[in-house]
């Protein structure tokens, strides 16, 4: 098969149509083991936070249907599962806090990611620090005096998000 036109999407491609694929996540998977070795190593705890794209929470910016976009989430929680680290995804709580409705171009004001790029803009920044933070305290992964507090905290802005 010819390689896909959206070739900054690899990872939603079928792996029976581009079998190479197949092994570039083995590869992923080989390095992933080896930052929970290090931190096994040194004593810490290793937290993977699984970053959406763009088009996974925006899926009307897609062009090309022959695609999964929770293939890469499967994937990766799977993964993490079998290995023990730990993992938060991030995929499901920014659909559900991003703007509903489509639109020519997104607004890096109302949106969760930026116009012209990939990256997420303040907003999405923000929305991921509340979810990656609660994770953090409601897993003890830092010792946290006033954790109910904190948590509290957390869990209304994220109520109060949008």
């Not at 004593?43 to 695609?67: R, T």
């Not at 799977?78 to 938060?88: A, P, Q, V």
């Given at each position: 098969?010819?390689?896909?036109?959206?070739?900054?999407?690899?990872?939603?491609?079928?792996?029976?149509?581009?079998?190479?694929?197949?092994?570039?996540?083995?590869?992923?998977?080989?390095?992933?083991r080896n930052f929970k070795l290090l931190a096994d190593k040194n004593?810490?705890?290793?937290?993977?936070?699984?970053?959406?794209?763009?088009?996974?929470?925006?899926?009307?910016?897609?062009?090309?249907?022959?695609?999964d976009l929770e293939q890469p989430n499967r994937f990766l929680g799977?993964?993490?599962?079998?290995?023990?680290?730990?993992?938060?995804d991030l995929l499901e709580p920014f659909r559900k806090y991003a703007r509903k409705g489509t639109s020519t171009y997104l607004d890096p004001e109302k949106d969760l990611y930026m116009?012209?790029?990939?990256?997420?803009?303040?907003?999405?920044?923000?929305?991921a620090s509340l979810l990656v933070g609660q994770y953090i305290i409601q897993k003890e992964l830092v010792a946290s005096p006033d954790r109910e507090k904190r948590l509290e905290q957390i869990v209304k802005s994220i109520s109060n998000f949008n």
């Open positions: 098969k010819s390689m896909p036109l959206e070739t900054d999407m690899l990872e939603f491609y079928p792996l029976k149509d581009f079998p190479w694929l197949k092994r570039a996540w083995e590869m992923h998977f080989e390095n992933l004593g810490a705890s290793l937290l993977v936070v699984v970053i959406p794209a763009k088009e996974q929470v925006y899926p009307y910016f897609i062009k090309d249907k022959n695609i799977e993964f993490f599962k079998k290995e023990n680290i730990l993992y938060i116009r012209l790029d990939k990256h997420w803009s303040k907003k999405g920044e923000y929305l």
